[in-house]
């Protein structure tokens, strides 16, 4: 442990420095300070022994993903969903579908750093994997979509992704005569903006990460994650600490930090601040969920880190210095071989392949 390699007093000034920053992030110790924050630590007796474990977080496995009351799931609807998923002549060009970006092969998430579109356009964020997005409150980095159903028509409409029309995209679904028969048996009429929403948010419901060895060591079988990646979850929750953030079963607090990523562009990316208008959320990204993410490189809204070693190195480093950093990024001081148990631990998050491949498309 860090502990018993630099002193006591260092560990514990450390300590305390991190729960002052992790106090401010979440208001409720913000005007109480230094003096009460080391107050209570003292209280808890926390500098006469070894860190506590669990401090931020509670290791739980997924639950099912939540479906809202106005899109129940049917075994029909999902397989439509399916096929609109993978079916591009969604795209103006007829090149391009949902899973040119979010490649099933690729962690659902798209391996270039920047996704082509139609014509070869480019946008300037990294696509971020479908997988367990199901689960997220909000959608995209700056989460300016908040259902699966809302975000879904987005990108067919995108000129930078599959450039349609949703008149001129409905229109070619109606002269498809399986498409005409699916939607009529699922929902009972022809395809439209919402049904075609629905049944794409229905499919993506499914598109879930789970049984990792991370799930089945939580689920008692012990020797499913190695030494290290045990190793590294208590880093993940302790010293390093990651959990404030990536929290929960999908590890993500639902909410957007401003890691410094991009801030010395010319024209930075300005993030959630483009939603809100709120200058605390200046820079400010979408905590995205860590599951499956060994599959999913390159890494953060633009792509920019290519390997989860490098993100971990990031995070050592104390994140990218600028005016709206959030106060947990502080240097780590990982050693080397606690680096390496994070990245074992991240990798322990991988759940089971799904076997979900192209099906065959209607004509
Ligand atoms: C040309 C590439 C491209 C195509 C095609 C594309 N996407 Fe995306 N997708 C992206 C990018 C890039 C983002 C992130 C954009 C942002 O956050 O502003 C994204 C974000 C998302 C998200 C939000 C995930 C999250 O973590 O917030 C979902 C869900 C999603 N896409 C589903 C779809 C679906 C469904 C389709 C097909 C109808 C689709 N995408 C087509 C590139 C693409
Ligand atoms: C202050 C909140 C916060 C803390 C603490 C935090 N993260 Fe993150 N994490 C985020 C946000 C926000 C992003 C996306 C930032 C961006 O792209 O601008 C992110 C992105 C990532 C990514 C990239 C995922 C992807 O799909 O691109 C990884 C991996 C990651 N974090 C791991 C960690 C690890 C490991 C730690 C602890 C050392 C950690 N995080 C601590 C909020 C946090």
Redesign the pocket.
């Known amino acids: 442990m860090a502990w018993h390699r630099e002193g006591r007093a260092d560990f514990c000034l450390r300590q305390l420095r991190r729960w002052c920053a992790y106090g401010q992030?979440v208001v409720v110790f913000r005007l109480s300070g230094i003096l009460a924050v080391g107050l209570v630590m003292a209280g808890m007796g926390w500098c006469s022994g070894d860190p506590p474990e669990g401090l931020f977080w509670a290791p739980r496995v997924l639950p099912p993903a939540p479906v809202p009351p106005g899109n129940p799931q049917s075994e029909a609807k999902i397989q439509l969903g399916k096929q609109l998923y993978f079916e591009k002549r969604l795209s103006f060009d007829n090149t391009v579908s949902c899973a040119s970006c979010h490649d099933p092969k690729a962690g659902w998430?798209d391996p270039r750093q920047f996704s082509e579109g139609v014509d070869h356009a480019k946008g300037g964020r990294?696509a971020?994997?479908v997988l367990n997005s199901a689960h997220y409150q909000f959608q995209f980095?700056d989460g300016r979509a908040g259902s699966l159903e809302k975000q879904a028509l987005g990108p067919i409409q995108n000129p930078v992704e599959m450039k349609m029309t949703m008149p001129l995209a409905l229109d070619r679904l109606q002269g498809i005569p399986g498409y005409v028969k699916a939607f009529q048996e699922v929902f009972g009429g022809a395809p439209s903006d919402e049904t075609v929403a629905k049944a794409i948010a229905a499919f993506e419901r499914t598109v879930i990460s789970r049984n990792s060895p991370f799930d089945r060591y939580l689920a008692g079988d012990t020797a499913a994650m190695s030494p290290a990646a045990v190793r590294g979850m208590k880093l993940?929750n302790g010293k390093?600490?990651?959990s404030?953030?990536?929290t929960g079963p999908s590890f993500t607090?639902s909410k957007?930090?401003?890691?410094g990523?991009?801030a010395g562009a010319t024209e930075p990316d300005v993030?959630r601040f483009k939603v809100t208008n709120n200058p605390q959320d200046y820079?400010?990204?979408?905590?995205?969920?860590?599951r499956s993410?060994a599959l999913?490189a390159?890494?953060?809204?633009?792509?920019s880190?290519r390997t989860?070693e490098a993100?971990?190195e990031f995070?050592?480093r104390g994140g990218n210095r600028n005016p709206n950093l959030?106060p947990?990024?502080l240097p780590?001081r990982l050693t080397q071989s606690e680096k390496s148990a994070?990245v074992a631990f991240?990798e322990a998050l991988t759940g089971e392949d799904l076997g979900i491949t192209e099906p065959a498309l209607p004509e």
């Open positions: 992030s998430a990294n971020p994997t980095w993940f390093a600490p990651c404030p953030c990536h607090d957007f930090h401003n890691l990523i991009g993030g820079g400010a990204f979408k905590t995205p969920t860590l993410v999913t390159p890494y953060l809204h633009d792509g880190e989860l993100v971990v995070y050592n959030a947990l990024m780590l994070l991240l």
